[in-house]
C-alpha cells in the first residue's frame, strides 16, 4: 500500500505542485521519492512509501537498466508475479512483485499486462521511447486511482483526490477530478510538450468473467459442474488459495475480527495458513465496539475458538462523534452509511498502528456484494434479479465498501488485504446458477456458510451467525450506532437548513438531518465535487429511508431471538 502521484505536462513550477503530492503522505510513511523525467521538464512522479516487500529496491518509480524508457509508480500487490516469472523467463532486477508491470509490457503490451497480473493495482506507466502513458486499475477498485485531465493536455494522477484538486493551471481544474474507472486501463499520447491526448479507455476485464492469468494459477483446473458436494469443494479450495496468495509480505500481518461470518472466516482460515508455512508470530485479531456490543463478544468468541492474538478497542461516543470530519476528510465522500461504518474502522486502524507492529491487514469485504449476504436480498422477486444485483453492488464497490476499507487503514498507513475479492473466487461464485446463490431458510449467504460447515475452522453460532451492519455491530443492541449519531447531528442542524437542503445542495439533495451535516463537512473540504458520489448506498426492494440493516423488519438482533 502506497501513494502514487503524477504530472504530464504541467505549466506551473514543479516544487510548488508537488506540495500537493504531500497531501497523500499518509499513504506510505516509510519513505519518499520526487522525481522528474528525463527530457520532460514538466514531467514528474512522486511516491510515498510503505515498505511490505523488497526494503532494498523497492523504491519508485521503477526503473531497471533493461528498459530504461519504462517508467512504473504502482500501488498494489501483485500475487503471482513468481509464476509469471516462470511461465515467461523473465528475469527481475529486484523483489518487488510490480516488476513483472514492465516486463509483461514489454512482452506483450498493455492489455495483456492488465489482464495477466492476479493481484490489486493501480499504476502509471510511461514508456518514453514510443512517447505513451499508460493508466490501469484492478477490478474492483481495491487499490484507489484518480485523474485530472485538462483541455489542453495537463494530466494529474494520484491515489486520492485531495492530491490533485489543489495543483495549479493556467485553466480551470474545477469538478474535472474523477476516479479512474476499476477494470479498466487508459492509453495516452505524450507529446514533445510534455502534454498529454487520451487516446482509448478499454475495459480489460468483467467481474463475471475467469481472468485471463488463471492459466497460470497455482490452483489448476477444478472439477466442473454445478451437484452441491463440488460446488462447496470449489468454494472452500478457491477462497482458502486466495488467503494462502495474499501471505506475501515481509511485514507483520493481521486481521480485522468483528464476530461476523465474512471477517471470521478470514481469520479463521488466515491463521491456519500461517501455521502451516510456519510463520513465528502469533496472528493479531483486532475488533471494536461499545462495552458488551454484539461484535466484541462475537469477536472474543472466534478468537478464542482459532486462538488468536486478540485486541479489543472500545469505542466511546464522544471519540466517534469527534473523528467524523477527519474521516469525511479521509474518504473523500459523504455517502451516509459509509461515513457511519468508517468511523469504527478508522479508530481500530488508529488503535493498530499506534499500538502494534502489524502493518499488512486482512479483512472481510467484498463478501457481502459477492455472496449477497444484505438483508434486502431477503426480498429479492427472482434469484435472476438478485444475481443482476450482486453483479452491480461488486461494480459499484469502489464508491462504497472498497473506498471506505481503503481510506481508513491508509489513513493510518496500512495495507489492506481482501481474499473475498480474488478475480478467480468472485469469477466462479458469479459463475454457480442464480438459485444457488440466494438467501436460504431465512438465512443470508447460505451456500458459502454451508460450503464451510463441516471445517471445524468456526463455532457453528458464528457460522450461522445473522448479518450485523459493521456500524450497528459496534454499538450496544440497545441503541444502535446510527441512532446515536442522529441524536448527536439533531443538535447541530437546524430544522430550516434541512427545509433549503435541495436549494443548497441541488444534486444527491441531503433529506436527513445526518446526511445534510456530512454533507456540509464534505463541502467544506472538497466545494463543488459532489459529482464523485453519484448516488446514495440504499437497499433495493424494500421502503427504505435509511440504509442500516436495523432498519429492515428482516433484522433480529441476537437478544431476541
Known amino acids: 500500500m502506497c501513494g502514487i502521484w503524477a504530472l504530464f505536462g504541467s505549466d506551473e513550477c514543479l516544487s510548488?505542485?508537488?506540495?500537493?503530492?504531500?497531501?497523500?503522505?499518509?499513504?506510505?510513511?516509510?519513505?519518499?521519492r520526487f522525481e522528474n523525467v528525463n527530457g520532460f521538464t514538466n514531467c514528474c512522479f512522486g511516491f510515498h512509501r510503505l515498505a511490505v516487500v523488497d526494503q532494498l529496491y523497492g523504491m519508485q518509480p521503477i526503473r531497471v537498466k533493461k528498459f530504461p524508457y519504462l517508467w512504473l509508480c504502482y500501488n498494489g500487490e501483485i500475487y503471482n508475479f513468481k509464476q509469471l516469472q516462470k511461465q515467461f523467463g523473465f528475469d527481475y532486477q529486484t523483489l518487488v512483485d510490480?516488476?513483472?508491470?514492465?516486463?509483461?509490457?514489454?512482452?506483450?503490451?498493455?492489455?495483456?499486462?492488465?489482464?495477466?497480473?492476479?493481484?490489486?493495482?493501480?499504476?502509471?506507466?510511461?514508456?518514453?521511447?514510443?512517447?505513451?502513458?499508460?493508466?490501469?486499475?484492478?477490478?474492483?477498485?481495491?487499490r484507489p486511482l484518480f485523474k485530472v485531465l485538462t483541455d489542453d493536455g495537463f494530466l494529474g494522477v494520484c491515489s486520492e483526490a485531495k492530491?490533485?484538486?489543489?495543483?495549479?493551471?493556467?485553466?480551470?481544474?474545477?469538478?474535472?477530478?474523477?476516479p479512474f474507472l476499476p477494470g479498466h486501463y487508459e492509453v495516452l499520447d505524450l507529446k514533445p510538450s510534455g502534454k498529454v491526448a487520451s487516446v482509448e479507455l478499454v475495459k480489460f476485464h468483467s467481474c463475471k468473467d475467469e481472468p485471463l492469468h488463471a492459466a497460470c494459477d497455482t490452483v489448476e483446473a477444478l472439477p466442473s459442474g454445478f451437484d452441491l458436494e463440488t460446488v462447496k469443494s470449489n468454494i472452500r479450495i478457491l477462497f482458502e488459495n486466495a488467503v494462502r496468495k495474499r501471505l506475501m509480505a515481509h511485514r507483520r500481518i493481521g486481521c480485522l475480527l468483528s464476530g461476523g461470518l465474512d471477517s471470521s472466516l478470514v481469520a479463521a482460515v488466515l491463521l491456519k495458513l500461517m501455521k502451516e508455512i510456519n510463520i513465528n508470530y502469533p496472528l493479531q485479531t483486532f475488533a471494536i465496539g461499545m462495552e458488551n456490543s454484539p461484535d466484541l463478544l462475537a469477536a472474543r468468541k472466534v478468537a478464542a475458538h482459532i486462538g488468536s492474538e486478540h485486541h479489543e478497542v472500545i469505542l466511546n461516543t464522544e471519540e466517534g462523534i469527534q473523528a467524523i470530519e477527519e474521516v469525511i476528510f479521509s474518504l473523500e465522500t459523504y455517502d451516509i452509511t459509509t461515513i457511519r461504518a468508517s468511523i469504527g474502522m478508522y479508530l481500530v486502524s488508529k488503535y493498530i498502528r499506534k499500538k502494534t507492529d502489524s502493518v499488512v491487514i486482512f479483512s472481510g469485504e467484498g463478501s457481502d456484494e459477492l455472496t449477497q449476504g444484505y438483508i434486502?436480498?431477503?426480498?429479492?422477486?427472482?434469484?435472476?434479479?438478485?444475481a443482476e444485483e450482486s453483479?452491480?453492488?461488486?461494480?459499484?464497490?469502489?464508491l462504497f465498501d472498497v473506498l471506505r476499507a481503503d481510506r481508513t487503514t491508509a489513513a493510518h498507513g496500512l495495507e489492506l488485504r481482501v481474499p473475498f475479492l480474488d478475480h478467480r473466487f468472485t469469477s466462479y461464485y458469479l459463475s454457480l446458477p442464480a438459485e444457488l446463490r440466494i438467501p436460504k431458510n431465512?438465512?443470508?449467504?447460505?451456500?458459502?456458510?454451508?460450503?464451510?460447515?463441516?471445517?471445524?475452522?468456526?463455532?457453528?453460532?458464528?457460522?450461522?451467525?445473522?448479518?450485523?451492519?459493521?456500524?450497528?455491530?459496534?454499538?450496544?443492541?440497545?441503541?444502535s450506532w446510527f441512532s446515536i449519531l442522529q441524536d448527536y447531528i439533531d443538535q447541530q442542524v437546524d430544522d430550516l437548513l434541512l427545509e433549503k437542503a435541495a436549494e443548497k445542495y441541488p444534486f444527491n439533495?441531503?433529506?436527513?438531518?445526518?446526511?445534510?451535516?456530512?454533507r456540509q463537512i464534505f463541502e467544506k473540504h472538497y466545494p463543488g465535487r459532489s459529482s464523485w458520489l453519484p448516488h446514495y448506498w440504499m437497499p433495493r426492494w424494500v421502503k427504505a429511508t435509511d440504509p442500516s440493516a436495523r432498519t429492515l423488519k428482516h433484522y433480529k438482533s441476537a437478544t431476541q431471538e
Not at 16 to 32: T, W
Not at 456 to 471: C, G, H, Q, T
Open 442 to 479: 431465512g438465512i443470508e449467504k447460505y451456500l458459502l456458510r454451508l460450503s464451510f460447515e463441516d471445517s471445524n475452522l468456526l463455532p457453528k453460532e458464528i457460522l450461522w451467525r445473522p448479518k450485523e451492519a459493521f456500524s450497528d455491530g459496534i454499538a450496544s443492541v440497545k441503541k
Open 16 to 32: 510548488v505542485q508537488c506540495l500537493s503530492a504531500m497531501k497523500i503522505a499518509h499513504r506510505g510513511p516509510d519513505a519518499f
Open 391 to 398: 453483479e452491480r453492488l461488486l461494480k459499484e464497490l469502489y
Open 163 to 178: 492530491g490533485l484538486i489543489n495543483l495549479k493551471h493556467s485553466t480551470s481544474l474545477c469538478s474535472k477530478v474523477e
Open 98 to 142: 510490480g516488476e513483472v508491470i514492465l516486463h509483461l509490457y514489454n512482452r506483450g503490451g498493455i492489455e495483456q499486462t492488465a489482464s495477466m497480473l492476479d493481484g490489486v493495482f493501480a499504476f502509471i506507466l510511461l514508456d518514453t521511447a514510443n512517447r505513451k502513458v499508460f493508466l490501469a486499475r484492478d477490478t474492483y477498485g481495491v
Open 509 to 518: 439533495p441531503p433529506k436527513t438531518k445526518e446526511s445534510y451535516y456530512y
Open 376 to 386: 434486502y436480498f431477503h426480498k429479492a422477486p427472482s434469484p435472476e434479479e438478485a
